[in-house]
DNA sequence: CCGGTTCGCCGAATCGGTTCGACCTAGATC
DNA sequence: GATCTAGGTCGAACCGATTCGGCGAACCGG
């Protein structure tokens, strides 16, 4: 079932089918609806291996992903969804590849054996040594997220900082003068986690700027960890009249903690934060929060890196999301704590 | 950097480097080590194009899942990530095709150009066309769900049939005569999809074992709609003291229902249902549910297909889940409303 | 000293497409 | 009527790996 089984049948020379395929030089009409009559008939589909080979590429791109292990946000997996679905609009297949902890020979197989044409890469760090690498392998890449020296590098990302800074400005604005910022996981920052400390950065303008107090705490991805570290939090500051966040995955477990210390959201208690919108509108009540516009964001990603890949030399261009704060339930005035 | 080059600098024939890598002959310990400094040296690693071409398989599986427009629901969610994660451990890499909707071409790519050596097919229908056009091409597959003939087909899937059922009979334990079964989406269950009919059909089984009355609806996929439909059933059936569910992504809607309308778990209204662990631990309160072993499924799927590529003939296998029910906080005894 | 193994390696064929040069024919141009 | 052009097709080379048959050298037993 090649195209030579095609050629005979049609009783044509093999690279007659091509360009009948291709249309990349003319073909009679007749001789085409033969070819097409054999093709429709045998059900037959170039060999994708073969095609690769001699055009050297691929038509697929690979996406990097943070491992399974930790679960991925509602934001990540619209990120996901998005790219796959705008590179399927394309007609690019995605090679999913988790990367980081043992899953290393995953990546390397993708970047290094030619199986892609460009990379789509996630959940970046300030310092990434997969970003060096694709740079040194000379693979298209764009990311989803960007490292301490953006310049070189084509990404689109959250402007988590300029976002942080605004829920900041916003809540002052309501009165609040002791906020603290919830982060995510200690380690994530630890490991250089770029949102993570643009987040910091933002908070920690914005509240001297407004001079304020403020209070930075890290939280695992999990609702209990929202609970606890909440917990403490009150307990140890207990001036907190609001919260920051970008930690989408602990909202409902801060929520909680919030109930459980007999604290009304917003009346008593205020809370704003960076999140997907749908999870935003989700919640109980719904989260006050910048709703970062992920379907844009992937597929901008995926139209970069087509450019890329079409043009691996023209200059790197970037996308710094900052969708403005949509007000919904969890931010009002001001009232100090009991 | 190809092999070619690899054998000219090493100076050996292209065949030895071949062999040197494979090990699928003897090469001297010398050849061999001079042949393995050149390919470090030059950061090489054979075109997996190529090497696909000419073996006739690509070490890659297609991964279907349901088109991104609609949200993937946790337990779905599960299924990805563990099993992009068992293949990467079996050094395998995993194409995804979001099936269904416009995305044809997608899964015909990835089913007919020999682009993977297998597939696994998730979110199954009773009727599926996908199922049949995978079996007229040859292809080896598994599905994540199986049809309404099962048996000439590899799967594994959830036992919504007898989990449902066991909810049912817990509740009935607990005295409770009045129960909803809410189902997913109307749209759903109208084109087949097999989870609703088996849970509705294991939800009728129950109901009539233990002389219940048991009433039935559908719910789309999301916290609003899982609102609105418990708003409903409670203004409808006001003798109502009980829901079974399959469907994770409504429950806030229905817990936020419930406390609207005064009633609260498991005081005065329980609630019981087939959902991801890691969902059900971390909804306020906690749900009593059957926990689906989505990481033991997903890996399971994977191995499966592995075999099914390696003896494509062998017999048909199948695991079904059954997990038993977690009781956590959300059944209690039953409590006529007021 | 000779026939038979074994080891280590080479050369060539092959997988299934794409692409380039060449050829033939028919129609247009002068 | 000779020359040119364009359309339509063919044959062969090529992409980068794997794999098979075979060949020379070393080694063995008799």
Redesign the interface.
């Known amino acids: 079932m090649n195209i030579g089984e095609i050629a005979r049948r049609a009783g044509v020379a093999r690279s007659t089918v091509s360009y009948a395929l291709t249309g990349k030089r003319p073909v009679s009409e007749e001789t085409r609806q033969r070819i097409q009559a054999v093709i429709e008939e045998l ?1 037959y ?6 095609r ?2 001699k055009e050297g590429r ?1 038509r ?1 791109i690979g ?1 990097v ?1 943070p ?3 930790q ?2 946000t509602d934001m990540q ?1 619209g990120f996901v ?2 790219v ?2 705008a590179a ?2 394309a ?1 690019l ?6 990367s980081g902890g ?2 290393e ?2 990546f ?3 970047v ?4 892609v044409d460009g990379v789509i890469l996630m959940e970046i760090r300030l310092e990434d040594d997969r970003v060096t690498r694709l740079r040194q392998s000379g693979l298209p890449f764009v990311g989803i997220g960007r490292t301490s020296h953006p310049e070189d590098m084509t990404w689109v990302d959250v402007d988590y900082e300029t976002l942080i800074s605004q829920c900041v400005h916003h809540l002052a604005d309501l009165g609040h003068r002791d906020i603290a910022l919830v982060n995510r996981s200690a380690e994530l920052v630890a490991a250089g986690y770029g949102p993570g400390h643009r987040a910091q950065a933002g908070f920690t303008r914005a509240v001297a700027q407004r001079d304020l107090h403020g209070v930075h705490a890290c939280c695992a991805d ?3 960890a929202g609970l606890s570290c909440v917990e403490r939090l009150l307990a140890e500051h207990p001036e907190l009249t609001a919260i920051a966040t970008i930690n989408e995955t602990a909202i ?2 801060m ?2 903690a919030l109930a459980q210390a007999g604290l009304a959201v917003p009346k008593d208690f205020s809370i704003a934060g960076v999140a997907a919108r ?1 999870l935003a509108e ?1 919640l ?1 009540p719904p989260l006050t929060s910048a709703d970062v516009p992920t379907i844009e964001l992937g597929a901008r990603a995926v139209e970069l890196l087509i450019q890329r890949i079409a043009d691996p030399g023209s200059p790197h261009r970037h996308l710094l999301a900052a969708p403005p704060i949509s007000l919904r339930g969890t931010t009002g005035p001001a009232r100090p704590r009991a």
Chains 1, 2 share one sequence.
């Open positions: 059900n589909r170039p060999n994708a291996a073969a690769a080979l691929t697929t996406l992903i491992p399974a292990s679960r991925l997996l969804a998005t796959v679905d399927a609009r007609d297949d995605v090679l999913l590849s988790p043992e899953h020979r995953s390397e197989r993708v290094t054996g030619r199986r999990d609702a209990q409902t477990g929520y909680r749908h989700n109980d």
